[in-house]
């Protein structure tokens, strides 16, 4: 059975950092396209990073980039989100997801979906 599992969410201050953890089972992790997706209260879920299935492709959403970072560790089934100099408006719960064709960070390109971990940035 296809499961992911995200974890490493948490409270964090402004300027803080962390990293969060999407584990797969149920399938080999080398052929798929994962994505992160966020949904902030009262807002639309929203594509935060996605990686292919090698690496090759990695996209970011213009108010993550240069502060998130995605990578895969297919050994470990498992995909991780760096997140740096976190703000409130990074405040969500974080999913990850898969089955997309494409790297895309559109969410409805993606049938598969983690249960999220939620992040809250706060002084």
């Known amino acids: 059975q296809l499961q992911l599992v995200e974890s490493g969410g948490g409270l964090v201050q402004p300027g803080g950092s962390l990293r969060l953890s999407c584990a797969i089972s149920g399938f080999t992790l080398d052929y798929y396209v994962i994505g992160w997706f966020r949904q902030a209260p009262g807002k639309e879920r929203e594509g935060v990073s996605c990686?292919?299935?090698?690496?090759?492709?990695?996209r970011y959403a213009d108010s993550v980039k240069g502060r998130f970072t995605i990578s895969r560790d297919n050994a470990k089934n498992t995909v991780y989100l760096q997140m740096n100099s976190l703000t409130p408006e990074d405040t969500g719960i974080y999913y990850c997801?898969?089955?997309?064709?494409?790297?895309?960070?559109?969410?409805?390109?993606?049938?598969?979906w983690g249960q999220g971990t939620q992040v809250t940035v706060s002084s």
């Open positions: 990686i292919s299935s090698r690496g090759g492709s990695i």
């Open positions: 997801a898969t089955d997309a064709i494409i790297a895309t960070l559109d969410p409805r390109n993606y049938d598969y």
